[in-house]
């Protein structure tokens, strides 16, 4: 069975830095579309970044580049989102979703209606 765990959040003060982990078991990260999602409260979900697995491509949103760095590590079959440079309005619960194809190759990356599995989130805090 399909499954993921996003982990890594945590309350952060502004400046400080967290990375986020996407552990898949049940199947292996190749050739798969990876995102992280954020919703902050009274929000809409939004989509911050991506990664294909099958070329390492990446997408982020304005907000985060510069700041954050999506990458994978096949051995350990997780996605990491290191998120520096963390900012109060970076506060939000963090999601990773899976999708079976290239999505950055489409320009769908950042939409989360395209992606086929959702974890259950973690939550980031940002406050000093």
């Known amino acids: 069975q399909l499954r993921f765990v996003e982990s890594g959040g945590g309350l952060v003060q502004p400046g400080g830095s967290l990375r986020l982990s996407c552990a898949a078991s049940?199947?292996?990260?190749?050739?798969?579309?990876i995102g992280w999602f954020r919703q902050a409260p009274g929000k809409e979900r939004e989509g911050i970044s991506c990664?294909?697995?099958?070329?390492?491509?990446?997408v982020y949103q304005d907000s985060v580049k510069g700041r954050f760095t999506i990458f994978t590590d096949s051995a350990k079959n997780t996605v990491f989102l290191q998120m520096n440079s963390l900012r109060v309005e970076d506060t939000a619960v963090y999601y990773c979703a899976v999708a079976r194809r290239n999505l950055i190759s489409s320009g769908w990356g950042l939409i989360e209606s395209v992606y086929d599995y959702w974890g259950q989130g973690t939550q980031v805090t940002v406050s000093s």
């Open positions: 049940g199947f292996t990260l190749n050739y798969y579309t």
């Open positions: 990664i294909y697995s099958g070329d390492s491509s990446t």
